[in-house]
C-alpha cells in the first residue's frame, strides 16, 4: 500500500502522494475549497528515493511545500489587505526558517559550549547537554503555541489528518463516523519525525567530538540534511515493522510527543481532511496513468 502523508493547516489539510499535493481548506463562509497543485518529478526520481537522501525531500516536505500551503491557508481566513504574498510571503517564511534554526539548533548549541568553557565538561557530556536543551526547547515550544486557541484548532486538523490516513490504511470506509474510531496519533507524524532527528542530533553531534565555537555552530546547520536522512529512516523502518513489540515500544515517545500536536477533530474537521485525502486518491491515479501512456 502506498504510504500517503499529510499536514494540518488553518482550518484545513494538505494530503499528498507522489504525483499531487492537495489541500483542502473551511473558508470563512463555511465552505470547502481544494488547492491543487502537481508534484515535481523530484519526487519520483529513483536518485531522490535512495534511502536516506530521500530525508532530504522529507525535510523539503516540512520547509518548502508544507510552509507554501501553510501561506496559502492563512491567506484564504486574512482579509485582503493582511494576505501573505510575493515577496512579503517569502520574508515571512526566510524569517522563520531562520528563527527555527537559531532557536532549535544554534542557541541549544551557544548553550551547551558556554556551558563546556564555564564547567570544564568534556565534549560528550557538552552535546548531552546541547541535545537536552534542544529537546526542552521543542517540546515547551510545542506546549506554549498548543494554550493559543487558534493553534488548537490547527492540531485538531492534524489530529483529523492522521485519522484519516489510519482510517485509509485500515480499509475503513471513509466517513467522518467511521474516521473519528481511528487513533490520533500516527507513526510516520512529522512530529515523530521531528523528535528522532533531535536524537539523532545528540549522536552525530557526539561522535563529531570536541569543536570550536565556530564549527559547533557550522556544523548544526551543515549536517542538517544528513540528520534529516536518518531521522526519514528509522521513522520508515519504524513504520514498517509497527506490528514487532520491539518497534513498538521504540515508538513510544514519538507517539507520547503527539500528544502535544494533536486535538480531537470535530465532523466538519474530518470531513475536510477526507475531502483532501479522496480529491488526492482521484487525481494521483490520473496523473499516474497519464505518466505511464
Known amino acids: 500500500m502506498p504510504a500517503y502523508g499529510g499536514q494540518a493547516l488553518i ?10 499535493a492537495v489541500a483542502a481548506m473551511r473558508t470563512p463562509e463555511g465552505q470547502i475549497t481544494l488547492h491543487v497543485e502537481p508534484l515535481s518529478n523530484i519526487y519520483r526520481s529513483k536518485f531522490w528515493q535512495l534511502p536516506f537522501v530521500r530525508g532530504v525531500i522529507a525535510l523539503w516536505d ?13 491567506n484564504l481566513q486574512a482579509p485582503e489587505e493582511e494576505k501573505l504574498e510575493g515577496k512579503s510571503a517569502i520574508l515571512t517564511v526566510g524569517v522563520s526558517l531562520i528563527l ?25 557530556a557538552s552535546n548531552l547537554i546541547e541535545g537536552v536543551v534542544r529537546l526542552i526547547f521543542v517540546i515547551g515550544y510545542i506546549w506554549g503555541i498548543g494554550q493559543i486557541p487558534e493553534i488548537q484548532r490547527v492540531f485538531a486538523y492534524h489530529g483529523a489528518e492522521h485519522k484519516t490516513i489510519n482510517a485509509f490504511e485500515g480499509e475503513a ?7 473519528r474510531e481511528y487513533p490520533l496519533e500516527h507513526p510516520r507524524c512529522g512530529t515523530s519525525f521531528l523528535l528522532t532527528l533531535i536524537i539523532v542530533s545528540i549522536i552525530v553531534f557526539t561522535l563529531l567530538g570536541d569543536l570550536t565555537p565556530f564549527w559547533r555552530i557550522a556544523t548544526r546547520v551543515i549536517f542538517l540534511p544528513v540528520l534529516a536522512g536518518i531521522a526519514y529512516e528509522y521513522i520508515r523502518w519504524s513504520a514498517n515493522h509497527i506490528e514487532n513489540p520491539l518497534v513498538k515500544s521504540l515508538i513510544q515517545p514519538n507517539l507520547a510527543l503527539q500528544r502535544l500536536t494533536t486535538r480531537e477533530p470535530d465532523p466538519s474537521m ?7 485525502f479522496t ?5 494521483e491515479k490520473e496523473y499516474s496513468q497519464s505518466q505511464e501512456m
Open 173 to 179: 470506509e471513509l466517513t467522518p463516523e467511521k474516521v
Open 270 to 276: 474530518l470531513q475536510v481532511a477526507i475531502t483532501a
Open 62 to 74: 516540512a520547509l518548502g511545500l508544507g510552509m507554501r500551503f501553510l501561506t496559502i491557508s492563512a
Open 11 to 20: 482550518e484545513g489539510v494538505l494530503m499528498r502522494s507522489r504525483y499531487v
Open 100 to 124: 527555527a534554526i537559531g532557536l532549535f539548533f544554534l542557541i541549544p548549541a551557544g548553550i551547551a559550549q558556554f556551558l563546556q568553557n564555564l564547567l570544564s565538561i568534556n565534549a560528550f
Open 279 to 283: 480529491e488526492m486518491l482521484r487525481l
